[in-house]
């Protein structure tokens, strides 16, 4: 039997480092797919103060996470997709970031076009990062942009590049009993008394939206098979829970809007037999918390995005020239979306069902 290789000893940038910034200015499913590198970066630096820098919303997940000790709010860039910065807001992020003086600020967050010259400007004692060519100035180590591979794997490319070891590929999406029983407090008020799917047809990008009517076929054929169903979304997203109830020939229960954070969604989601939902941040949740999805991938890179485990949590997709795609509204047919047939997405929704709902424990939403 051959002697496993020892563990690469942490790079001296991360094992003199006091205080370490890690930056990702990326909504939910981003961050989850992070939370397996920054346990790596626990691991490697317990001395380390990890600081984790991202957009307001990222507060509450930094406050939960054990690898985590302080968030420090990004406002968003002018050349950043995700958030626009109010007036005067990008430059008092600059002065308190400078101030802080970090030992060593990681760039998590892309490739490194942008935010490679952003992160050099806080005034980190070292650098440390993805880069393509070209990109690499400012950079004291240039981890090379991963073209290929699942979100997770790539994150842990940058940490181990510093020598931390892998502490494990599960995402952490930490819930609390606040959490389970607002969960429980929506689901009793809606009626929902014993076992149900969730159906969730919403996603930040309509290009990333299967058709409202697709879901319903989907709501009815588990409604067929004694489940309740169960509508979830943002607030925002109540149109779209409305044109699937008005498809469906059973009648789901329509929770959209009705959690009062993404915990308590959370929480609901723990409770579920069954979630489909399109590849959006509800999909990482499910894959966090191991509760079978069936997941409708339109316009996304599936390599990329699709969970780990892909028994418990099968992508369908559809293959278009156009993929991934950058539009956020599909600017023909949307062949992507329109190429996955709901007895597809039916009949693997079904066999998740019965491959697994044995094995489901008993929910905190309806513990007595």
Known sequence: MSTPPLPRRADPLLRDA?????????????????????????????HARIVLCGLPWTADLAARLPTVDEFLAFPG?????????????????????????????LQCHGSGSIVNPLLASLGARHVAGFATPGTEAGLDLAVPWPVSGPEIERCLALTEALGAPRAGLQMDFPLTAADHAQAAEALASAGVRGPFAIVHPGSQ???????????????????????????TGSPSEAPLAAAVRAACRTAPVDLTGRTPSIWSLGAVVASAALVVANDTGISHVAAALGV?????????????????????????????????????????????????????????????????APCRPRSPAFAS
Do not use: K, M, Y
């Open 77 to 105: 860039h002018p050349e950043l997709p995700e958030r626009t910065p109010e007036p005067g807001a990008f430059e008092a992020f600059l002065a308190t970031a400078r101030a802080r003086r970090f030992d060593l600020a």
């Open 205 to 231: 990008l309509p290009s990333r939206r299967w058709a409202p009517a697709r879901f319903a076929a989907v709501a009815d054929a588990l409604a067929d098979q004694g489940l309740t169903v169960v509508i």
């Open 18 to 46: 006091r205080e370490i910034l890690v930056f990702r200015a990326l909504v939910l499913g981003d961050w989850l797919c992070a939370t397996p590198a920054l346990r790596a970066l626990r691991r490697a630096a317990p």
């Open 292 to 356: 079978p999805s069936t997941i409708v991938a339109s316009g996304s890179d599936v390599a990329r995005w699709a969970p780990l485990d892909t028994a418990r949590h099968p992508v369908l997709w559809h293959p278009t020239a156009c993929r991934p795609c950058a539009h956020a509204v599909c600017p023909t047919a949307h062949e992507c979306a329109a190429g996955v047939a709901a007895p597809d997405v039916i009949s693997s929704a079904l066999h998740l069902l019965e491959r697994t």
